[in-house]
């Protein structure tokens, strides 16, 4: 079971690249619940005592909620929503992946420099969890629909959920699925936001919703 | 150096045009025709090299010079390159820099050549070569670079005796994501689909074959049988990289080997059937993605994250 660490974080990985270069809505939205997918079986390895049920169920909840649930509620609002079918970028999709490769090579640098009071189990775990942080944050500040904001949200959850699941075994269970309730929230207000936003104004670009008021 | 290192540049010598024969049937298959003889390549080599040549007043001894040195190019790179266990003739540390000059060398004639014609056409075709190989050349350089860290080795030959089992076993993955990197750039730098249709000539998507239009006879016999050693070398590349099988006896990897890249061409075959060529804006998004899969491997290898 423990070699099946590194491919999968390898999967999460390559599944950043793909979001960043990806320059349709709903192929990033797919990409995105793969990646919960992949890191809800990325729960069930990391335990040093076996597979427990609290990891078992941890697996479960998170593959139903990122893989399945999101990714649903996330289409439903691009379908009601009538979003152009394009994540309309600033930043070109080449320099976005370049900007991937250069996040990568920071998180890895960064990933060598902690130092954490718990062994963890691959040494991919830190970086990747950093990389996903900053694939995240880099969807969220470069792409104009707020569909895409709402997919670089999750992916910088994904990011928290692998540091989070490093050390499975030192937090409680409780922790974890408050996180994932959080999210679960903040995903489904949004996509009633953007669905109310759609309504009201005749798009979701961000660009413009500076200009609004009153 | 023993006899056996002569063989994988023999082998490349005399089999390379039969690549292009197994693809275009399998190719053929897939469409449900036919399809040409498997020895079609041969028959237009020949053919081509029994003819004259025809020059246009307006080119020079750089129009003429273009296939000469880029075959000349092509055959330094096939012994180069080893196949199957067995080392090839000239290896040294760094030879891997050496290959990817020469193939800037071939591709620097072959534009050259093209913008000599004057024609405004080749020089599109010209200008989309040098960008597109622009962005292969960090993706084969970074991809080896990964492989010769993980390998120790700083020679192709070297690479190619240490990959077995045992390297895939402890670090498949990123062998695996070289191997990928260097598909794409083995598709990109034979102008095959997804980057470029090498049966059409429709002048909106052609990269390399339009380069190539205002040559004839042996010179066209020279670029096209320089093009089949050019899938050949980069072929054996990735044959060496995914088949880690070395017996110790040279007749049987060799013949392993040779399998190995009859089964590439017709995976190219399969590939090219299956998918439509990309759009001439995506093309360079899909390059850069294998210069990023090249940094993934290289940083996932880099400091042994991968144990």
Redesign the interface.
Known sequence: MKSLIDPLLVVVALLNLAMLVTGRLRACIRLAAWQGVALGVLALPLSHDGVGFRLVAVAIITIALKGWLFPTLLLRATRTADVKHETEPYVGLAASAMAGVGMLMLSVWLGSRFELPVPTTSPLVLPMAFFSVLVGLFLIISRRTAVMQVVGYLVLENGIFIFGVAMAHEEPFLVEMGVLLDVFVAVFVMGIAIFHISREFDHIDVDQLSTLRD | MNVSSFLPPLLALTLAPLLLGVTNRTKALFAGRAGAPLLQAYHDLWKLLRKGTVYSNVTTWVFRAGPVVGLGAMLAAIALVPLGGCRSPISFEGDLLLLAYLLGLARLFTVLAALDTGSPFEGMGASREVFFSALAEPALLLGLVAVSRETGSISLSGINQAISLHVWGHSG?VLG?VAVVLMIVFLAENSRIPVDDPNTHLELTMIHEVMVLDHGGPDLAFILYGAALKLWMLGSLIVGLVIPFHFGIPALDLTVAVAGMIALAVALGVIESTMARLRMMRV??LL??A???A??AL??E??G???
């Open positions: 993955l994501l360079p998004e850069i993605g210069v990023t899969l940094g993934l940083v996932l880099h400091g994250v991968v144990s």
